[in-house]
Structures are given as structure tokens and as C-alpha cells.
């Protein structure tokens, strides 16, 4: 395996640019400490990235969709990443990947990191954002409205990817883990941070966020799967923040074993005011612990799961036999 070592006066982009080895030879690319202040794009497979920490390894960028680009238009949601991740088989430990743009009102949807590729393992990593902090792609088959998938991968073939988030921290308010993939958190932080709450026009409570908006495509038979992680949030009144809201309509969100503060809403997910998407979604928990997982009203679209199914969502199972799996 090729190493490589980088520092923050280095360019990420370059190195994997002006790399020497064929792709189907492993490459390590080692960041030290700092902020490397970069929009990246890695279509580069058998890569590991790594940095020293999460807490002082970042790649950061803010570019946001409300951005007016030199032809009028706004460069929209999925031209806002500050990583596009469109390869297979990498993996990334100890490095945060932030969207710095700010307040959520101004900027709208910021993306930090675009996943789109299969057998992709995150590892103590920090993905840092407001609205849409994290794309697990690919893309649903078509927009709702036109332009709406305006980016990189607009026409590209939708390939359904597996990813693995390992003792991870996720931050932001609106749909901050959005998309199609199969993926599995296990042992993550899930921290919404509000940036004040609101309330919908036909009276419903405030609210200050929502935590995934799947897009699990029909017949796919895994989602998002949560195990073991602790949802917090941050400036968030209690009761604000709903588990999930269905992007697509068979969406599928599952928490096991996960800890929820008071910031959890009683109800747990919401509908999207999609009434039709009750008897296709599939949201469900089992084991929920904390303040906002004791909660006996959740949606009547959701369901609490037997130990028998529950089994069903074993990591290996979701995941498949020949995922790479890291130790615990």
C-alpha cells in the first residue's frame, strides 16, 4: 500500500489527482493535524483516509444550495458538498468533515459529505453541518420538482450502496441524514443543534428538527439502521425534534438499543403530510432508553419491534456477508 502524508499547506485534491499507482492498488493518504480548507472530490476506490483525531483533523467548506451561481440560478442542494465521495471501498477514521455555512435561513441545504458508493466504512469521524449535513446516495430515481438534482450525479445510474458509520459524531437540524443508501450507525452521536424552532402553517407545535429523511427505494430491504447510538439536542426545547420524516415514500428507519434525550418529540416521526406514505414507510424502534425513547404515543405509522425482529437487524445481516467489517 502507498502512503502518503499531507499537511495543511498540502492539497488533498492534488495528491489524489497526481497519485502514481494504479486504481486497484491500495492507497493511504495521512492528514496531519489542521484544517484543510478544500471542496473535494474523491472517485479514487481502495482508499483509506485517516487524520490524527476528529477533533483536530477537518476538512472544511461552505458552500451552500441559496448560493446565486454566474447564470441566476442557485447551485441547489447537490452542488453544495464539501466532499463528494463517488467511488467504492474507502474508508475514512479520526477526521471531521464540516459545511460551515451559516445560519440555516440564509444558506439552506449544505451538504458536508456526499456519500454515493458501496462498502464505505467511517470511523471516529465528525460530519458537521445544519441542513442536509449528511448525503447517503444515491439519488431517488427523479426529482419532485425540475433542476431539483442538479449536481455531479444528476444522470448518473442509481447504485444502491452500503455504508458503515462506526463511532461517529453527526450534527445539524433539517434532514441532516438524508438519502437512499443502506447504512448502519452503530455507537454515533446523533446531535441536532437548533437554530430556533418553527412552526408550521396549520398550527402544529414548533419544531427545531428532524433527524433522517430516508429515501429508501421500494423493495430495497434495509435502510438507516441506528444501534447503540445517543441522540442529544443542542438549543433544542423538549419534545422538537422528530426521529425521521420520509423523503421518499418507502422510507426505512430503524433505532435499536439508542439512547434520547427530552429533545425527542412524544410522537417520534413524522409524515411529511403525507398521509399515502402510512402504509409504505417503515419506521420503527426496539429498546429505545432515555428520556425521549420512554415515550408509549409514538406515531401510529411506526412500530416498537419483538426480539425476534429486532434480530433481523443484526449489523452483519443489514450489512451483508462480504461488507468489511472493522472490529468493534
Given amino acids: 500500500m502507498q502512503t502518503i502524508y499531507l499537511t495543511p499547506k498540502d492539497s488533498i485534491q492534488a495528491a489524489l489527482d497526481n497519485l502514481s ?4 492498488d491500495p492507497v493511504h493518504i495521512r492528514l496531519a493535524p489542521g484544517t484543510y480548507r478544500e471542496k473535494l472530490v474523491i472517485q479514487r476506490p481502495r482508499l483509506l483516509l485517516t487524520g490524527e483525531s476528529a477533533e483536530n483533523t477537518v476538512i472544511a467548506y461552505d458552500d451552500y444550495a441559496k448560493f446565486l451561481m454566474p447564470d441566476g440560478t442557485k447551485r441547489g442542494t447537490f452542488r ?9 471501498d474507502v474508508t475514512m477514521e479520526h477526521l471531521t468533515i464540516a459545511n460551515l455555512a451559516a445560519p440555516r ?32 446516495g444515491p439519488l431517488p430515481p427523479a426529482p419532485k420538482e425540475a433542476g431539483g438534482f442538479t449536481g455531479p450525479k444528476e444522470f448518473s445510474p442509481r447504485i444502491n450502496g452500503r455504508h458503515l458509520y462506526d463511532h ?32 408550521s402553517k396549520d398550527g402544529e407545535p414548533p419544531v427545531c428538527g428532524y433527524i433522517t429523511a430516508a429515501s429508501t427505494p421500494e423493495g430495497q430491504p434495509y435502510g ?31 433505532f435499536l438499543n439508542c439512547t434520547m ?10 409524515d411529511w403530510k403525507k398521509p399515502e406514505a402510512h402504509d409504505t414507510v417503515y419506521y420503527a424502534e426496539y429498546n429505545s432508553m432515555g ?38
Avoid: M
Fill in 21 to 24: 499507482v494504479p486504481p486497484e
Fill in 80 to 88: 453544495s458538498y464539501t466532499v463528494l465521495l463517488d467511488t467504492h
Fill in 291 to 328: 428520556e425521549g425513547g420512554a415515550c408509549i404515543n409514538r406515531a401510529p405509522f411506526s412500530r416498537i419491534l419483538t426480539d425476534k425482529e429486532a434480530g433481523n437487524y443484526a449489523i452483519r445481516k443489514v450489512l451483508g456477508e462480504d461488507f468489511p467489517l472493522p472490529a468493534d
Fill in 224 to 254: 438507516y439502521v441506528f444501534e447503540r447510538c445517543t441522540l442529544t439536542g443542542t438549543n433544542c426545547p423538549a419534545g422538537s425534534v422528530y426521529l425521521g420524516r420520509p423523503w421518499r415514500n418507502y422510507a426505512k428507519t430503524v
Fill in 168 to 199: 461517529c459524531h453527526i450534527s445539524g437540524n433539517i434532514d441532516f441524514i438524508f438519502g437512499s443508501a443502506t447504512a448502519y450507525f452503530r455507537n454515533c452521536q446523533i446531535e441536532t443543534i437548533g437554530e430556533g424552532t418553527f412552526g
Fill in 261 to 270: 434525550d427530552a429533545s425527542i418529540h412524544p410522537a417520534g416521526f413524522h
Fill in 105 to 136: 435561513k440564509k444558506a439552506g441545504q449544505a451538504i458536508a459529505l456526499y456519500a454515493d458508493g458501496d462498502r464505505l466504512v467511517f470511523r471516529h469521524c465528525r460530519f458537521t453541518g445544519n441542513q442536509d449535513t449528511l448525503f447517503t
